[in-house]
């Protein structure tokens, strides 16, 4: 009987083993992924979401009409910026954001001292004297404050009513901070003109032309350069 030639092995096609091989390859680089993911320290992985991140699906941009909605414009324009590396964009927005939101904590501050029983336009006129005991009794001023009047009574007697002793107009702080308006205290110097339009005035004195002016710049801006919704520029 004739003995059949050697031949080469043949390679018998397996389906089953060949998705099996796929799937482990998928486990095996998943479980090393992780396990460099632990490894690496927190600033490497708030690196790597941050690259993802930027390389990711583009986010939607605002219209022009969106950006103009209080906080939420801004801050949606500045994320954009961010995912398109226009760093100085999105300051520029963040900081609209901000002047956007700083009304809304001064009407949360207001809401507090309503809470213990000053009204803010519960009297038109009244004299330093009674405004400060008020005050107090209200639990706003104690040890190591004093109330600071922003527009100077300039010698007026503090049991004569005027509207500058207005609840709205008085401003409680560090008794030290009070001092330093107006002349040097405890070794240290008087405070300069910003120190003393920044302390010498209360929340809702800063915020309204923060609010105002930052909506003009956001204004601005927005007209200039619009928005194209769902449209995001080209990556850099």
């Known amino acids: 009987m004739a003995a059949m030639p050697r031949g080469e092995p043949r390679t018998v096609p397996d389906p089953a083993g060949e998705l099996y091989n796929r799937e482990m390859a998928k486990v095996r680089a998943k479980r090393l992924a992780a396990e ?3 490894a690496a320290s927190p600033l490497d992985q708030v690196a790597g979401a941050f690259k993802e991140f930027q390389e990711g699906s583009d986010i939607p941009r605002p219209t022009t009409a969106q950006t103009f909605i209080p906080v ?10 961010i995912q398109d590396g226009e760093y100085g964009k999105a300051a520029f927005n963040g900081a609209m954001m901000v002047a956007d939101a700083l009304p809304f904590w001064v009407a949360v501050k207001g809401a507090r001292s309503l809470s213990k029983g000053i009204g803010i336009l519960k009297k038109g006129s009244v004299t330093a ?5 008020a005050i107090k009794r209200a639990g706003l001023t104690g040890p190591g404050l004093e109330v600071h009047h922003t527009i100077p009574l300039k010698g007026l007697g503090r049991t ?5 002793n207005h609840y709205a107009l008085l401003k409680v702080m560090p008794k030290e901070q009070h001092r ?4 040097s205290w405890a070794g240290k110097p008087k405070y300069g003109p910003l120190g003393q339009v920044w ?4 929340d809702w004195m800063k915020a309204i032309p923060t609010g105002v002016g930052g909506y ?5 801006q927005n007209v200039i350069q619009p ?10």
């Open 36 to 38: 460099q993911q632990t």
């Open 72 to 81: 939420v414009g801004p801050a949606w324009e500045a994320v954009g910026n």
């Open 129 to 133: 004297n009674a405004a400060q005991k």
């Open 160 to 164: 004569v009513q005027d509207p500058r």
């Open 180 to 183: 330093r308006l107006t002349g």
């Open 199 to 202: 302390y010498g005035t209360t």
């Open 216 to 220: 003009l710049l956001d204004t601005g």
């Open 227 to 236: 928005s194209r919704p769902g449209a995001p520029p080209p990556r850099k």
